[in-house]
């Protein structure tokens, strides 16, 4: 299946529920029915067209480089005019090729993302308290003792995000709810309890730092509050229409208290 029919299918996704947790469940819906864009700037761009090179092992057909050193002269319009793709430079390039270099000749990666008996861009489906959801494993390993490995690959500017030096660094991930994302896919193995998730992290800038993170228990329970709350939430909005208009009594207005201590 493509990606566009993927994205089309009406189950939810870690990227839909995490939606209702960083704005509320009318705008997850706005947003999963494209009544709303969400705008990303090419600040992600690199790490998106790297995570593909990668996980299509350099047959991901998602970029051409840039044919002139400009756009000035009516050929060159031309050319830029008739690409379908993303237009990248020659210096973008060598940085997409020096991410992708630096996460093959990390030793797990033949174990963990590229390797024999790991299938790349999985699609998994599951039912949660009545609610479909879904997801795309970037790799998946299914062993014979019926456990089962999922990597997300990751690529970041700022690696020093994932570095786990006390208890308290963890919710700088969190925050970002890739807890949310290791619990859904962690449901859609099919079988939770025999189920590790890792995160491969790749940076994006010099000097191109890999490193690999196993989900422990805690980060999984954290993700499965989220779960918790997102299903609840789908559940409870059922067929309603999209209602922006919040506090719409006395008793619903909030409290601004003093947050200066």
Request: net charge negative; aromatic share 10%; hydrophobic share 35%.
């Amino acid at each position: 299946m493509s990606d566009l029919n993927y994205r089309e299918r009406p189950e939810w996704s870690y990227s839909d529920m995490k939606v209702i947790l960083e704005h509320d469940i009318d705008y997850a819906v706005a947003v999963k029915h494209k009544l709303l864009e969400q705008s990303f700037g090419k600040a992600i761009d690199i790490g998106t067209l790297a995570h593909e090179e990668l996980l299509k092992q350099g047959g991901s057909n998602s970029f051409v480089v840039k044919a002139y050193p400009d756009f000035r002269t009516k050929e060159a319009k031309e050319w830029r005019d008739a690409q379908t793709l993303p237009i990248i430079s020659e210096e973008e390039f060598e940085q997409i090729n020096k991410i992708c270099e630096a996460v093959k000749k990390h030793p797990l990666y033949p174990v963990l993302l590229c390797g024999e008996g790991v299938e790349n861009e999985v699609e998994l489906y599951a039912k949660i308290n009545g609610i479909d959801i879904k997801g795309k494993a970037d790799a998946i390993r299914r062993n014979e003792d019926g456990s089962i490995v999922i990597a997300d690959l990751k690529t970041t500017a700022k690696f020093e995000d994932w570095r786990m030096n006390e208890p308290k660094d963890m919710w700088k991930i969190a925050n970002k709810h890739y807890d949310l994302q290791c619990a859904n896919y962690t449901q859609l193995g099919l079988n939770p309890n025999l189920t590790n998730f890792y995160f491969f992290v790749a940076e994006t800038v010099e000097p191109y730092r890999v490193k690999v993170m196993h989900c422990a228990l805690a980060f999984v329970e954290s993700g499965e509050q989220k779960l918790a709350k997102c299903i609840e939430q789908i559940k409870q909005f059922g067929d309603r229409n999209i209602d922006f208009t919040y506090t719409k009594t006395l008793n619903e207005v909030e409290e601004i208290g003093d947050f200066s201590l």
